[in-house]
Each structure stands twice: as structure tokens, then as C-alpha cells.
């Protein structure tokens, strides 16, 4: 949901016309990081590793997309992504 809420999963999605890529993570401020860790920069792993980046340093999953999305008020979308995430959780990780 964090890659399709950027770009419906197109890998050539233009974002702002600044730059094309499945995740909208901006090349330039992400593909050092990246790199340094083996990761495709226009890949869904590479927006999941963005993701727990901010997870790691916020402790939060609502702080962590706010940050990776930009968001400052409009927060609709980590409410999607919440409750998306509650099913999820629910049906498929079960113990």
C-alpha cells in the first residue's frame, strides 16, 4: 500500500516532474542510502526500507508515514493505511 499510494505500482510514475520512480522516494536525497545498502532505488523494497528507516527512528508506524509521505495535516491516507493494515493483520498474520 506505501509503493501503490504513490504511484498504483507504476515504476515510471512522475512525481512533481522532478523524478520517475514505483515508491516516490526523491533520488536525491535516498540513493546514497540506498546503495550503501544494495537496494534498487526504483523498487518497492526500496520504499519499504525508506519506511522502516523513519519506523526505527520515530517508534512510531503513524510518525514513520507521515515523515515518509511529508504529510503535516492532511493525514487521510495513514488512516487508509491503518485500517488496510488491521485486516491484513487480522486475516493473513494470525499466529
Known amino acids: 500500500?506505501?509503493?501503490?499510494?504513490?504511484?498504483?505500482?507504476?515504476y515510471e510514475a512522475n512525481h512533481q516532474g522532478l523524478y520517475t520512480n514505483v515508491c516516490g522516494n526523491n533520488?536525491?536525497?535516498?540513493?546514497?542510502?540506498?546503495?550503501?545498502r544494495g537496494i534498487e532505488s526504483n523498487s518497492i523494497l526500496a520504499g519499504y526500507t525508506i519506511y522502516l528507516h523513519f519506523l526505527d527512528k520515530t517508534g512510531s508506524r503513524e510518525k514513520a508515514l507521515k515523515?515518509?509521505?511529508?504529510?503535516?495535516d492532511n493525514v487521510w491516507i495513514i488512516h487508509k493505511y491503518q485500517r488496510v493494515y488491521k485486516e491484513?493483520?487480522?486475516?493473513?498474520l494470525k499466529d
Open 67 to 72: 515523515k515518509y509521505k511529508g504529510i503535516k
Open 88 to 92: 491484513i493483520e487480522k486475516k493473513h
Open 27 to 36: 533520488p536525491r536525497y535516498w540513493d546514497k542510502f540506498l546503495s550503501e
Open 1 to 10: 500500500m506505501l509503493c501503490f499510494s504513490e504511484s498504483e505500482l507504476n
